[in-house]
């Protein structure tokens, strides 16, 4: 009786330290007004918090290319690919959760003290795994991140076009590339609270505009719906969507930053379904509107007529890049800092400082590829197949091998999941698919794809895929000028290849 009580206390002590974790900012007594205002807008650590942190970083700038992917995928291949990927990457989530607190858990048997310490995915594979595992996922999961990071700024640039094309892309890169370093004033996932719920009001007004605006809009004349048509566009869209649902990246971070990080288990599920009810709806309507123009617009914005609604839409997805920029990049500062030796500084201004360099190759990287829509699928294929799918999934069965590990495991499965064989059952079948499907036919379709962007529109392009200026008539009897009508600008894209290969227009 009374082991059995000492062990329901041990439980009850342990379960208590896994959301006992205090942020950089002291929690004591806060009182007043201003306490209780810089609690409510910057001071987060809910599951409320959790949710709008997953849900907001999910349905970023994919959103506007997701009706590009219905093109290349047809209809009901785009709605199933979205189902099936919105439910893998939740699973691969739980599973990263389940060893976030695995690792907590043993670390604060050990007295291990986390204060002005987050935890990150690297460090959670060194506890549990070893070295070998640490580096592999440093590896993936910063790489990951970098060109996360690179694909909002090139986003922001592509997006703003669509307001003010008095200056190029890579001029825009530029201002907003200065803009995203701003987010070096943001000290973790914690303080994230109102900007995670800015974010997703965002991202919801722009999928319902896209969906009420297509719907309003109709159907183009002779529209045609005719994808699939070709294994390299098929393949190409299915890695797109594959990216989308691979954001939880981010998932350690975001737990830590919780009062009580084992309430996470549901929250990537829960966030994946409303994110379900903002691309379902917008894809399929621009779709059905635009049909296979979108071919040739990728970006979603392209297609539908200027208006004050679709401006703000513009607006609010650029303010929205800006956060999910903040997303990603914030976990690539927490590994600068720990390299330099200043991650457990208290100076919020000698740690922005500090971060600054991290923002450099990201501006760099955004200039020289600014292949929004081509670096989506590589980066969805090389990187997010391993790190938020592949990698998790072989974790959690190397860690709970032994069958002493899964007795002693803090967060078991479920038994409606099957227990331990149905956890392995799908962690298999995870691996198996995503090598197969994720990382070999959509790392050959999105390779090829980027490559051919490279021969079309060379490194360090001006002005990716922007229309030419309308010119003004030649008179009558003038002689042919010495240049072709594009020669104003070198990026613009190259006669069209073969059949065989036609995804040379790409996302903008």
Same mark, same amino acid.
């Given at each position: 009786m009374?082991?059995?009580?000492?062990?329901?206390?041990?439980?009850v002590a342990e379960t208590m330290m896994v959301g006992s974790y205090i942020e950089m900012e002291d929690e004591g007594e806060q009182k007043g007004f201003k306490s209780h205002l810089s609690g409510l807008l910057w001071h987060g650590g809910s599951a409320y918090d959790a949710w709008f942190s997953c849900a907001s970083n999910q349905v970023a700038q994919v959103l506007l290319t997701l009706p590009y992917s219905f093109s290349q995928l047809g209809i009901l291949s785009g709605i199933l690919f979205q189902l099936f990927y919105g439910l893998m990457g939740s699973w691969t989530a739980y599973l990263i959760s389940?060893?976030?607190?695995?690792?907590?858990?043993?670390?604060?048997?050990?007295?291990?003290?986390?204060?002005?310490?987050?935890?990150?995915?690297?460090?959670?594979? @060194?506890? =549990?795994?070893?070295?070998? $595992?640490?580096?592999?996922?440093? &590896?993936?999961?910063?790489?990951?991140?970098?060109?996360?990071?690179?694909?909002?700024?090139?986003?922001?640039?592509?997006?703003?076009?669509?307001?003010? @094309?008095? =200056?190029?892309?890579?001029? $825009?890169?530029?201002?907003?590339? &200065?803009?995203c370093a701003t987010t070096v004033f943001i000290p973790s996932f914690h303080n994230y609270r109102i900007w995670s719920f800015l974010g997703l009001v965002m991202t919801t007004y722009t999928a319902w505009y896209l969906t009420i605006a297509s719907l309003l809009h109709g159907q183009v004349e002779g529209v045609k719906h005719s994808g699939p048509t070709k294994l390299v566009l098929y393949f190409t869209g299915a890695t797109n969507i594959l990216y989308t649902f691979g954001g939880h990246a981010v998932t350690v971070e975001i737990m830590h930053?919780?009062?009580r990080p084992q309430?996470?288990?549901?929250?990537?599920?829960?966030?994946?379904?409303?994110?379900?009810?903002l691309t379902l709806p917008s894809a399929v309507s621009v779709y059905w509107a635009f049909g296979d123009a979108l071919l040739n617009h990728a970006n979603a914005f392209a297609l539908l007529p200027r208006t004050a609604f679709r401006d703000a839409a513009v607006v609010l997805m650029l303010i929205h890049?800006?956060?999910?920029?903040?997303?990603?990049?914030?976990?690539?500062?927490?590994?600068?800092?720990?390299?330099?030796?200043?991650?457990?500084?208290?100076?919020?201004?000698?740690?922005?400082?500090?971060?600054?360099?991290v923002v450099v190759p990201i501006w760099f990287l955004a200039i020289i590829f600014p292949f929004f829509g081509p670096i989506n699928s590589a980066v969805g294929a090389l990187l997010v197949s391993f790190t938020v799918y592949i990698i998790p999934a072989l974790a959690h069965m190397f860690t709970f091998r032994s069958a002493a590990a899964r007795e002693n495991a803090v967060e078991p499965p479920a038994r409606f999941l099957g227990g331990w064989i149905g956890a392995y059952v799908m962690n298999i079948f995870v691996v198996g698919w995503v090598v197969v499907v994720g990382f070999g036919l959509?790392?050959?379709?999105?390779?090829?794809?980027?490559?051919?962007?490279?021969?079309?529109?060379?490194?360090?392009?001006?002005c990716?895929?922007?229309?030419p200026p309308t010119l003004l008539p030649m008179p009558a009897g003038s002689p042919n000028?010495?240049?072709?009508?594009?020669?104003?600008?070198?990026?613009?894209?190259?006669?069209?290849?073969?059949?065989?290969?036609?995804?040379?227009?790409?996302?903008?």
């Open positions: 009374d082991s059995t009580s000492n062990g329901n206390e041990d439980k389940i060893l976030y607190v695995e690792y907590r858990s043993r670390k604060e048997r050990e007295k291990v003290d986390f204060r002005n310490h987050v935890i990150q995915w690297f460090e959670v594979l @060194d506890g =549990l795994l070893g070295k070998h $595992w640490r580096n592999a996922g440093l &590896a993936f999961n910063c790489i990951f991140l970098l060109f996360g990071s690179v694909i909002q700024l090139i986003a922001c640039a592509s997006n703003i076009y669509y307001i003010n @094309d008095k =200056l190029d892309k890579r001029t $825009w890169t530029y201002i907003f590339g &200065a803009c930053a919780m009062w309430k996470f288990k549901a929250i990537y599920l829960l966030a994946t379904l409303y994110v379900l009810t890049q800006f956060i999910t920029f903040g997303f990603a990049c914030t976990p690539l500062y927490f590994v600068w800092e720990k390299a330099i030796g200043l991650h457990d500084c208290r100076s919020l201004c000698k740690r922005a400082a500090a971060r600054l360099p959509g790392g050959w379709a999105s390779m090829t794809n980027f490559v051919h962007q490279i021969n079309t529109f060379g490194l360090f392009a001006k990716y895929q922007c229309p000028p010495a240049f072709p009508s594009n020669a104003y600008n070198a990026t613009t894209p190259s006669p069209s290849p073969s059949a065989s290969f036609s995804i040379h227009h790409l996302r903008h």
